[in-house]
Structures are given as C-alpha cells and as structure tokens.
C-alpha cells in the first residue's frame, strides 16, 4: 500500500469506507504502516528531555542510585530485612529497582501522553494506540542506563550472574508487557475522566511498598503467596530478580504463573477499552 | 457515480450537549442538594463508562445532517459556509479524526489533510528535527523526508536557522516551515482546512501557487475550505455550500459564492413585523425604487419609507440606514436624529420618509440594514441586517462601453479640460 512517485494513481488498491461502528481489520495494519511515527516519538520524547537539560541526562543516573541508597539504608539496616544467600542488599534493592522504576515511569508518562499529545490526535489521523505506545520507549531507554549501572555495582561487589541470566529477555518482555497494559489502561481514564491523572502517582506509591523492591518476596509468608502474586509486579521483579541473582533468590511457580495470568489479563482488557474509547477520543478529549 | 474518488453517502455527525437548568430563585440548600446529586450520578456513570457531559437537559446537536455528493480524481473543490456550519466537522470525518454518527463514505486513495499548521511541532526541537517529526506525523516515511528535505527547507526560506530550536522562531517563519512541510506531501487527496488565515500576503500567494499546481499539474484531488472567497474562486472550480450542517448547494464556484454571500438576505423590497407594546420597533421598511419593482436605475430618486412604533418617547431618538452592496461592505448612510429634528419623542406609530434626489451607486446588488437608537446613538434599540434589497442597473447612463460590476462603487459628477 506505500505508493512512490509523484504522479497519484487514482487505480491504486487502496480503498477506505469510513461509517459508523466500522470493521477494524484494517486497523492493525495502520499500526505497521504507522511504524516510523512510533520511532519518531520515542525519538522525540528522548530528545527533548535532553535539551532541556544538563541534568537531564546525568537524572537517569542519579534516579535509581539515589534510590538504591536510600532503600538499602531504610530496608537492609534500619528494618533490617533480611537478603537471600549472600546477595549483597544493595544488589537485591537494585535488581528489584530496575523493572519497578521502568513500570512507574511508564505508568505515569502513558497516563499523560493522551492528554500531552491532543493536537495529534484532534488534528491528524494516526493509529492511536502508537501515542501510549511510544511513551513507553523513553523509560526503557532509562532502563537500559540503569542496567549498565548494574554491571558496574555487579563488578564492584564481584557477583557473578549463573545461566539463568539468559532468561532475563523473557522477564524484560513481561515488564514490557505489564507497563504498555497499565499504562494504556490509564491513559484511557485520563483522556476521559481528567480526575485520573492525580490517582496514578498514589498508585506508584502504594504499588512501590506493596512490591517486593526493597524486600525480597521470600519474607511474605506461605498462605499469603498466592493472594500475593496477584500484584503482577511481583512476578516480573521475581523473575529478574532470579535471573540476575541466580537460584539462590528462589522464584515462586505458581505465584509466577499467577501474576502472568494477570498481565495478559490486563493487556487484554485495557487494548480493548482503548480500542472503544478511541473512535470518540477526538470529541472529547 | 463508480470510478469517483470520494463518495459520501447520506453523512451526519451527531454531538450530545448538556444544559444546566437555571433556577435563579434557589436557595443554598437547593443548590447544595443540586451538587450532591450530580456528584452521584456522575460517580455512577463513571462506572457504568458512559459520557460525563454536564447539565441536566441533554439534547442533540446535528454537526452534519443528509450530506451527499461525490469527487472525482483531480478535482478541485471548495467548502464553504459561514461559522457553523459543520465543514471542519466534514473534513475531520474524511480525515479519520472522528467517527460519523450516520452514511457512510467511500474513499479511493491516500488522503493527506492540514487541519493546522505545525501539528506536532515541539519548541525545543530545532527546525530540521521538526521537518522529520512533522513529516512521520502527516504520514510521509523518514526516506521520502530526507529526499524532499532540501525542496522543503528551499520553499520554507529558513535556512539558515535549520539547526535553531523552533520557540525562537517567528510566527511567520514558523508558518512558512510548516506549510512547506505540508506542502511536499504527496497524497491522492490533499484536504487543507483555512490553514491560509495564518501569514502574510506573499505566503498565501506561495500556498496557493503550490496548491493550484497540485491540483493542475498534478492531478491531485484537492478539497480546501477557506473564508477567503477570492482565494477559492481562484483554486477551485466546484464548490460545496454547507448551511447548518447540510449541503444547501453543489456545483459551480462563482455561483456557490454568490449564494453563499446571499445567504439570509432578503429578497424583497418590503420588510413588515408586528408592534409590540413593550418594546421599541421597526415596524415596517419599504423601498420604492425608480421602476416600481426590485430594479433601480441609477441616478434616478429614490424613496425608502420606515414606521417606528413606540411604547413611549425616547430621548436622543435617531434612525439610520445603510446600503450594504454584495461584498458586504456598506456604501452610503443615510440618517435623522433628535438633535436635527424633534423626532421619536412620544409612544405610538412614527412615519419616515427618505428622500435620495439622485442615487449614485454603481450597478450592483445593493440591501438595506436599519438601525433604530437613543441617547445619540450611544443605546442600540433594534438593528435590522440587510433586511431589504434591491439592483441597481445603468440603463440610463450613457456611455459606448459596458459597464463592469465592481469597477466602482458609486459614480459621482464630474467634467474634464482639455487641451490640445
């Protein structure tokens, strides 16, 4: 369908019907024809915070180190919470950090990227599901940064990752996974009841001490797991946490297959509601 | 009609608006029960996902109603009407932006719409980072950006400030970027939306210049909504008429024009309306024209006959009128005050005549707006817009060339020396 060349070929197969309720078939194929545009934004939203900034750039930095810090000082010697094997705390802290920062600031970017992005949205025509999307891509940059301040921590404190290391692309794939579903969820609310966007960072906070970050999810006990891993998050920092640190920080099963029960769950439902809510987005938002 | 390029059948677009009831005699406690109860009923609607649109009579608004009509490949349409009327809500349901409520449309070929200039545009970005980023958001891949970059950044004229971040631009180097930007896309059907509003004469001569050669060197099929009507009688051919969400007229440009700036005017020489008891009034406005009938022939006398009816007398009573030719631009004024004259000073039915020895307008359609005021005009009573209307002809003047509509408006006396 991409045509080339400067004379229009009104023969061209390309044909449209627009009426009410319309098949959306159509629609997934817009998303690859519209692919460039995602780049393009996360490009945009990379760029533009390092314009405005010198700190901009050292903040993906200072952001989790701080973090760390902080956790390890509260949770490892004043709580006094214990670690697994002989995994430094500060590492345990840090591996949980990793997805859970990528989530929240995914979270709080998606659920804002409608409302930031209105001009795209009344004014031109794109695949909508492209704006959440590429919000995301910006964090995960901040992701990436991150793990490389934790090979330098891992060198620091001489741990070496075992094989199961090599499964760290899945568990990256389910923070993926989990941040587009929340995220794209909120954003939805947002675009729609405006209230919404003062109850997602209550939400990160909340999430933040409930999820296994500054603790490891072998404190909570037996009974609790299940009911537990229904927070999807514990999943996802369970299984980086076992893949970085190795079999020492045991992963729970079935409290595993729970939380990805969740996440699919969620992407499910809230590409769903988006993919309603989308054909009046421009008339109300 | 199968092989046409654009085929909309039978369109509308419906909005839901709220009303609030006004109740101006509540007391605090109403107006505190009011709000408890709109909190709840939005709570619950909030759950049951349905809209939060606020007031309590929710009635439909008809943006488009029973729109047909249909568009061949490498035509160039105009859209007009006035404020209102529903063709930014057309181009948005041909762009995709919103959903129509009704019809259904049938498009064959990559459409391209510019609803706004620089959408997308981010200030911090410089100017050839915003060409890629505006480029993708108008749906041009990065490749074809960066084989039109150096024609886009040519017809833009901003060279030399490529690498500026776009905040420092300004307002016109901003527009000029944008459209040139907009300009490169190569679409089946390019939909441009009063996007000329924005930027100075030269660009707007550019924006056509580059449109007309879409559209006739090209082949491209173009539709362009515009207020400008000298703009739209230049680039377009066939024009669509929008009045309050329908088509009230499809065909020839000029035409379209026509009825469009005589929209709402009345066609008569008479205006009648009944008095009332409590307010001041117009009650009747007639123009007796030299032939009797809707033609004047200029240079002749002219009579215009007005009946007030008031309540009660009004101080600093006066009565104008106005002759408003077809570019809506009043020509002549004709007045009488309470300061010339003792009018307007009791209640009941006032008569006035207007004597014009020797009417000078040039040939023309020409109406009438009267305008009834008190305390010297400073207090506007009733202002009738272009309630009457007439043509005036130059039959009688002699001359052994014709006249042209709009070579003037108004002849006056004159005589010529010469010499040798």
Known sequence: MKKTGNQPSGESDFELIIEPGMSRKAYWKDLWRYRELFYILAWRDIAVRYKQTVVGAAWSIIRPLLTMVVFSVVFGMIAKLPSVGNVPYPILVFVGLLPWQFFSNSLSEASNSLILNTNLISKVYCPRLIIPASSIISSFADLLISMAILVILMIYYRFLPGWQIVFLPLFLLLAFLVSFGAGLYTATLNAKYRDFRHIVPFIIQAGLYISPVGFSSTIIP?????????????????????????DVSKIYLPGFFISVGVILLLLYFSVRYFRKMEKMMADYI | MEDSIIQVENLGKCYIIGHEKRNPNATLTDKVLQKTRQAALKTKKLFLGGDLITGHDLEEFWALQEVNFSIQQGDSIGIIGRNGAGKSTLLKILSRITEPTTGRVRIRGRVASLLEVGTGFHPELSGRENIFLNGAILGMSRQEVKRKFDEIVDFSGVEKFLDTPVKRYSSGMYVRLAFAIAAHMEPDILIVDEVLAVGDA???KKCLGKMKDASQNQGRTILFVSHQMQAVSALTSTCLFLEKGKLAFSGNTNEAITRYLTYGISNSLQYNDELSLNKPKITRIEILTSEGGYTHVHGDPMEIIVDVSLPGGLHGGSLSLQLVNSADIPVVQFWITDSDRHILRSGGLHHFRCLIPKLR??????????????????????????VCSFEVSMIRTERDHPFHEGSSTYLDDFSWETEG
């Open chain 2, 361 to 386: 307008l040039f040939m023309g359609k020409y109406s009438l707006t009267a305008v009834l005021s008190e305390n010297n005009t400073r207090n506007t009573l009733q202002k009738l817009d272009q």
């Open chain 1, 222 to 246: 037996d009974k609790w797991r299940l009911l537990y891993s229904l927070n999807p998050m514990v999943g996802v920092i369970d299984g980086f946490r076992w893949s970085i640190l190795g």
């Open chain 2, 202 to 204: 030269e660009f707007q």
